[in-house]
């Protein structure tokens, strides 16, 4: 950018070259409204990711309860497997049909419109009802409640995130990473404390007696959170990004060309990191054996599980501010191969730290790991999704990327198992060979994102967005399209005046 070009910018005149027609208005964070009406956005659209958090995080602990309940009935049919896992299925269905909407349609009524599904699929999924009061019935109300609520819950992703990394752009610059993160990896990382935290209350309350009430209440409180945005969320509008570059034609062989592979590498990236995460709860499975004797009461394992939970948060906090000062691509490469390191560490000390006498340096340890997870990929990836492609494609990329990460659940669910197998009858090597694993790909990744990924900077958005507009003039695409309705409606009105 010459300086020509940047002063006409500053000054918020029209620029002359037509390859700057995306900023004719002013910078984004130079446009006149307070720091709360700055703020409100980045928060209203991201902080939805807290019912993700709260409403898969919450399953956990009502798959425990409802195979107290209604035991065989329930352990030895289909229903385990899907009412627990279901939702991720829905989710990605939710990421995809949703990135698709939120660029061709409205990001605003995409946010809009995942919000509502949240909050009917919570309270239905509450009520799940069998015809006749049939168990095998109710399990499967349930299990079609939590498919349409995860395609809510995959809508966040690209409709409320991108929405939220766009309307950062809005901020102060050395802030920017850190509200995405907070509206988004914090939000999601709260919901699992509370997801938590809540089960142990409510069979504090209820007693185990009235476990059939304590499961119910635990899908119904996750109405609260979405119900809480809604009213944000209808004051909404599109973010300015979003209003200056939407696509009104999309020549999707031009888009794979240019984005292909830096949306390969963010996608493997994501994939890695939700395959290996699913190695994390052997751990926390371990130590709980030696914290909670046999018969102890359901409130102190979900109480167990609330501190679990909590290591994430310091990580997170840490991460946003961290992403910020060196940058999202170095935070997460840092991120990456300290967990990767500690992951090592405690793999060659799994024989000393699996028996009860040594719980106190396994907790400790394994909470550290769990929090330079949420540092590096966990704060990330999601900031790496938003910021590496163009504002008119980003809802699309985004909405892939997530996509493959929660595959990469579903594999790492599947191919766990059999590594565990793979260790035989040896309880020791049955810990040491999923984090083996886990941590070899950790290493991995870090390398992808160091030699792969491009620097990502206060102003990456922007910078996208002028990068992938000067390709369309080269490629012959008629630039002077972009933009919404209204965006071409205030132009002409300026160009008037």
């Not at 699309?396 to 260790?423: E, R």
Request: aromatic share 14%; net charge neutral.
């Amino acid at each position: 950018m010459n300086m020509e070009n940047e002063k006409t910018i500053d000054e918020g005149y029209p620029p002359q070259d037509d390859r700057r027609a995306s900023v004719h208005a002013a910078p984004l964070d130079a446009t006149p409204k307070t720091r709360w009406q700055r703020t409100w956005p980045t928060i209203a659209c991201g902080a939805g990711l807290f019912s993700d958090g709260y409403l898969n995080g919450v399953i956990g602990s009502v798959n425990t309860i409802l195979k107290i309940l209604y035991k065989d009935a329930y352990t030895k049919s289909n229903a385990q497997n899907n009412v627990s896992s279901i939702a991720f299925a829905g989710t990605v269905v939710g990421q995809l049909a949703f990135g698709y909407l939120s660029d061709h349609w409205s990001r605003r009524n995409s946010l809009l419109i995942s919000t509502l599904i949240l909050i009917l699929f919570a309270a239905l999924g509450a009520g799940s009802y069998g015809a006749g009061g049939s168990v095998q019935g109710l399990f499967a109300a349930l299990t079609a409640y939590r498919f349409l609520l995860g395609i809510g819950i995959g809508g966040e992703y690209p409709a409320g995130s991108v929405a939220c990394a766009e309307a950062t752009g809005e901020l102060k610059r050395g802030h920017r990473n850190r509200w995405f993160i907070a509206s988004t990896n914090l939000a999601i990382d709260i919901g699992f404390v509370v997801a938590s935290f809540v089960p142990m209350i409510l069979v504090l309350i209820f007693s185990e007696n009235h476990l059939r009430a304590v499961w119910r209440m635990c899908l119904g409180l996750g109405v609260i959170p979405p119900l809480s945005l809604l009213w944000l969320r209808i004051k909404l509008r599109e973010p300015e990004e979003y209003n200056r570059n939407k696509m009104n034609h999309y020549p999707y062989w031009l888009i794979i060309k240019f984005y292909w592979f830096r949306l390969t590498v963010v996608a493997l990236i994501w994939f890695i990191y939700d395959f290996s995460s699913y190695s994390f709860s052997i751990y926390s499975s371990a130590w709980l054996l030696y914290l909670l004797p046999a018969g102890a009461p359901l409130w102190k394992t979900f109480g167990w599980n609330t501190v679990i939970n909590l290591f994430y948060c310091p990580g997170a906090l840490f991460g946003a501010f961290l992403s910020d000062w060196i940058g999202a691509k170095y935070c997460l490469v840092i991120g990456v191969w300290l967990q990767a390191i500690i992951g090592f560490i405690m793999t060659a000390l799994y024989g000393h730290l699996d028996r009860a006498s040594q719980v106190g340096g396994f907790v400790v340890i394994y909470g550290i790991f769990l929090a330079l997870g949420e540092v590096g990929p966990g704060d990330n990836i999601g900031l790496v999704a938003s910021k590496t492609s163009a504002t008119s494609v980003r809802g699309q990329y985004y909405g892939i990327a997530a996509a493959c990460g929660k595959i990469g659940a579903f594999v790492g669910n599947y191919v766990f198992p059999d590594i565990i197998a793979a260790a035989g009858s040896n309880t020791i090597k049955q810990g040491q060979y999923p984090f083996y694993v886990s941590s070899a790909l950790c290493v991995f990744s870090g390398f992808i994102a160091l030699f792969c990924l491009p620097n990502i900077g206060q102003d990456t958005i922007t910078d996208e967005d002028e990068r992938f507009r000067k390709y369309l003039i080269d490629q012959g695409y008629d630039v002077s399209s972009l933009g919404t309705k209204e965006f071409h409606e205030a132009k002409a009105l300026d160009n008037g005046a």
